[in-house]
């Protein structure tokens, strides 16, 4: 049972547009959420996060946006660089408290390509 | 600091073979996380550490996988016998108290043939 889903694969977007990156979850226990990219041959680094209290949140280039009523999240990365090219993975978790302290669900990841 | 250090690297190994994957946390961290990637699943929760003692271990797919933190500095994730559905990245995390991100490791590519 996938709790966190990325339902596009892929992404493939022109230097200096706009990238939109999609995800949906199921649980609603999950009121903390973030976003990891990946270069190969390397582990997921943090960039970006949010709490159930906001619905947006900001990073330079990179915005995270969160519907909870749709329970659905996207990071928003404009203007979009060849070096943002990786996967991305969002990952939600429940706020403190019992066993499930810290515990991240990540979705399956996107593979974004931006081209010169 | 270092970050989270991880050995080996890349490991080949033949099926039915014993295989040990190792982690360094980083230093004060108490939260100690084991995932694996795969491309049909992304990345999975295997099991976590809190203070050194096992919280949750309900991702561990199956009995042939073990992982021990003897200390605060070490973990180690134990494939025994390995079979070539175990082929996968497996990647240590930490984070300390508080609501943080966890730190990854560069993870460790095995591949049972």
């Known amino acids: 049972d996938q709790q966190v889903k990325q339902n596009s694969p892929s992404l493939s977007v022109q230097e200096g547009r706009i990238s939109i990156l999609n995800c949906v979850y199921t649980?609603?226990?999950?009121?903390?959420f973030l976003w990891y990219k990946k270069y190969p041959a390397e582990g997921p680094t943090f960039l970006i996060s949010?709490?159930?209290?906001?619905d947006k949140n900001e990073d330079g280039r990179f915005t995270v946006f969160l519907n909870k009523s749709a329970k659905h999240l996207s990071l928003h990365i404009v203007p979009s660089q060849p070096g943002d090219s990786a996967v991305y993975f969002c990952?939600?978790?429940?706020?403190?408290?019992?066993?499930?302290?810290?515990?991240?669900?990540f979705g399956q990841g996107t593979i974004l390509t931006v081209h010169p | 600091d270092a970050g989270v250090i991880q050995s080996p690297r890349h490991e080949v190994t033949e099926m039915g073979q014993e295989v040990t994957l190792r982690c360094k946390p980083i230093?004060?961290?108490?939260?100690l996380f084991w995932y694996r990637q795969t491309m049909m699943r992304g990345l999975e929760l295997l099991i976590y550490?809190?203070?050194?003692?096992?919280?949750?271990d309900s991702g561990m797919p199956e009995d042939r996988f073990s992982a021990k933190m003897p200390n605060a500095s070490f973990s180690t994730l134990k494939i025994q016998p390995s079979e070539p559905r175990d082929s996968a990245v497996y990647f240590c995390?930490?984070?300390?108290?508080?609501?943080?991100?966890?730190?990854f490791g560069p993870g460790t590519r095995l591949t049972v043939l």
């Open positions: 990952a939600a978790s429940p706020l403190a408290g019992g066993t499930s302290y810290g515990k991240l669900t």
């Open positions: 649980n609603s226990m999950f009121d903390y």
């Open positions: 949010i709490s159930s209290i906001k």
């Open positions: 230093s004060g961290h108490d939260y």
């Open positions: 550490f809190n203070n050194n003692v096992p919280i949750d």
């Open positions: 995390a930490s984070h300390d108290r508080g609501f943080d991100t966890q730190y």
